[in-house]
């Protein structure tokens, strides 16, 4: 295992402040949910909605934390009656005790605990594992591409992986005031003198400091120590824009199915100008999703589903007939109320507003969406009430293209 100075500073801070600061006994009324490791997202961006149910899902959270990624993922197989395992992986024990304690909290018996780091992967023995979580982690290892390679090593053939880590616009403020207590408060110093600076240091920060006007992250307001450490004191945190992340993957071998939301990374989002759009269509994909991101500048972590660039996987066919649409957390019925009466429904990316333009019979379609009901079966349902079958396969077609494109509309694989 790579290791140095930095590295030993970070192992430190996770064991005295473990991240993110969680309670088990909020399990009682939460689970904490996002991407990515949602199993819906698993099956449609990993696997394109192609690999049956029945087959076991064994996945992997390297670098596990707290454990909201895998007590998710674990809860929703559960939930679904799924088969399949969780392997939470990590060298903090302080992290290690809150995850066993949320997941026996849940009564959760598909859940296996490792100490260890993601870089001992090839000497573990572990895997193969069909999906692999590697969330907040990789911008803090020594070598990225080296934490990379042992993840691939763990991944089965046909399998995928889901990804974080940090984007620099979004982050803007950040590094200045990280900059700053390296100054007041020497990585030399214990943590908890450089936390009473860092608690100080916001106290009095300018009003002109950009960290004031960044409103994409709360961690040094609401995040505790735990939060407050990872933010601003961090010993190592690189930060990816969309070319940089796309340089990392490639030379591993590996293509993006997914940036998560795809509406945030396409250009046309910040566009509503024809002759500007035109011009951004000249771009191919990942220059396409780099202008996006350098027009938003809101975008202050990247998510990413991603498999092995030699094993393609179609995109998912919406418009079978025998597909099963499903609604990734607000339901089908909560989204056609949502929609406003000029036919939009309103998105919020971290103080961004981006309305999405729905077909007229969007909230008739989605008031069918139940997890249950096919494409067919929709369509026959909205034929008898008089939507001719061409008028339901445009209208179907949008909608599913317009709310797959903000990751709320997915299709559930063969059960």
Known sequence: MTSDRADALLAEQYEAHPYPARDPRDEARRLVVGSPGHLREIDHWVFAAGRPQALPLNALFAGGGTGDGAIMLAAQLRAAGRPGRVTWLDRSAAARRIAEARAAARGLANIDFIAASLLDLPKLGLGPFDYIDCCGVLHHLPEPADGLAALLGALAAGGGLGLMVYAPYGRTGVYMVQDALRLLAPEAEPLADRLDAAR??????????WLRFNRGFADHITGGDAGLADLLLNPRDRAYTVAGLQALLAAQGLAVAAWIEPMRYDPDTYLPDPRLRARAARLDPVGRAALAEA?????????VYAHRASEPRPSPNPTDPARVPVAREMPGEELARAIQPDGTLSFLFD???APLPLPPQAAAILRLVDGARTVGDIGAELAGRGIAP??????????????VAVNRLLLAPPA
Do not use: D, K
């Open 200 to 209: 100080r240091v916001l106290r009095h920060l300018p009003q002109s400091a």
């Open 390 to 403: 061409a008028v339901f396969a445009r209208a179907w077609r949008e909608t599913f293209e317009r709310l």
């Open 351 to 353: 103080g961004l507003r």
């Open 295 to 303: 027009l938003c500048g809101n975008i202050g972590v990247h998510v």
